[in-house]
Antibody, heavy 118, light 107 residues
Framework: QVQLQESGPGLVKPSETLSLTCTVS????????WTWIRQPPGKGLEWIGY???????NYNPSLKSRVTISVNRTKNQFSLKLNSVTAADTAVYYC????????????WGQGILVTVSS | DIQMTQSPSSLSASVGDRVTITCRAS??????LTWYQQKPGQAPKSLIY???NLQSGVPSRFSGSGSGTDFTLTISSLQPEDLATYYC?????????FGGGTKVEIK
């Protein structure tokens, strides 16, 4: 059974870079679309973007200028970097993977709360 | 981007009640729609895929319908464990987008 686990700092200062890692266990990081999704406290879900097995990426246009998603196959991990953060980037960040259907998320991490504050 | 509009944003119902949540897409998405259930403090869990297909292991009191732009999630007989927020999500095109959520409370 595939499991995903987010890790990284829970507090980031404004204007700095948010960096998170998702460790995948129970399966290879090859194939599938490895995705980041976020949820501001008390609000809805926002798709951030994905990295595919080939290394190709696709980002939400609303965040595209600030986002980078990368993969480390030797560690079975993928990562999110979001630069120039503001308080509006405070959210629970989830890593996720599609199941049998691309774009439909069957596997999720537990989520990690990242607060942007000085 | 495809906008997904859910209604109502919240509802309160009694155990055993029939509950209906609607989701409207700003453009045609065929049946590329899933419904998620998110319980407090947990990640979302997919209940329905392709608008009307029940995910394995999901109770049969959950059902989905619709195609094109208008979709519905129905809970035929609300149970205490259904306390959650429900989200629709389209996977017709990128960027993937979610509805604003419907919080279901038990009276």
């Amino acid at each position: 059974q595939v499991q995903l686990q987010e890790s990284g700092p829970g507090l980031v200062k404004p204007s700095e870079t948010l960096s998170l890692t998702c460790t995948v266990s129970g399966g290879s990081i090859s194939t599938y679309y490895w995705t980041w999704i976020r949820q501001p406290p008390g609000k809805g879900l926002e798709w951030i973007g994905y990295i595919y097995d080939t290394g190709s990426t696709n980002y939400n246009p609303s965040l595209k200028s600030r986002v980078t998603i990368s993969v480390n196959r030797t560690k079975n991990q993928f990562s999110l970097k979001l630069n120039s953060v503001t308080a509006a980037d405070t959210a629970v960040y989830y890593c996720a993977r599609d199941g049998d259907t691309v774009g439909l998320f069957g596997y999720w991490g537990q989520g990690i709360l990242v607060t942007v504050s000085s | 981007d495809i906008q997904m509009t859910q209604s109502p944003s919240s509802l309160s119902a009694s155990v055993g009640d029939r509950v209906t949540i609607t989701c409207r897409a700003s453009q045609v998405i065929s049946n590329w729609l899933t419904w998620y259930q998110q319980k407090p403090g947990q990640a979302p869990k997919s209940l329905i895929y392709a608008a009307s297909n029940l995910q394995s292991g999901v109770p049969s009191r959950f059902s989905g319908s619709g195609s094109g732009t208008d979709f519905t999630l129905t809970i035929s007989s609300l149970q205490p464990e259904d306390l959650a927020t429900y989200y629709c999500q389209q996977y017709n095109s990128y960027p993937l987008t979610f509805g604003g959520g419907t919080k279901v409370e038990i009276k």
